[in-house]
């Protein structure tokens, strides 16, 4: 069994910042195989790029991630991705359409989020 990262949890995870994740997501990741989506890296990036609270960049955060935890980037058909995320019309967010649309592609598989309106739109999601 596979679960997904979301970007804040994947940068926290990075910082060693577990206080800030919730007492369930931290029991759902103790008992999978952890991925993330190429799109965590992606706006990680991004976030990095304009100096939103994230210290390290993408590469760093995912060598650390795998390095620590064995988290791995997900290599999941990239259009079957996209025809999921075409389906997704909760939301304008392109980084949230494809990270939601990653796990629910790959088996619907587990994401682990914090974001109130990932919770409220896949049934998958645990916080």
Do not use: Q
């Amino acid at each position: 069994m596979s679960a997904y990262l979301d970007t804040h949890v994947a940068v926290r995870l990075a910082n060693g910042d577990l206080r800030l994740i919730s007492p369930s997501a931290l029991e759902a990741m103790s008992k999978t195989d952890l991925l993330i989506s190429p799109m965590v890296l992606l706006e990680i990036e991004y976030l990095f790029e304009l100096k939103k609270k994230i210290k390290l960049s993408a590469e760093d955060i995912r060598r650390k991630l795998e390095f620590e935890l064995g988290v791995r980037v997900c290599d999941f058909s990239f259009p079957e991705i996209v025809k999921v995320a075409s389906r997704e019309k909760w939301t304008r967010d392109p980084f949230d359409r494809l990270i939601v649309a990653h796990a629910k592609a790959n088996g619907i598989s587990t994401l682990i989020s914090e974001d109130r309106k990932i919770r409220e739109n896949y049934p998958r999601t645990v916080w």
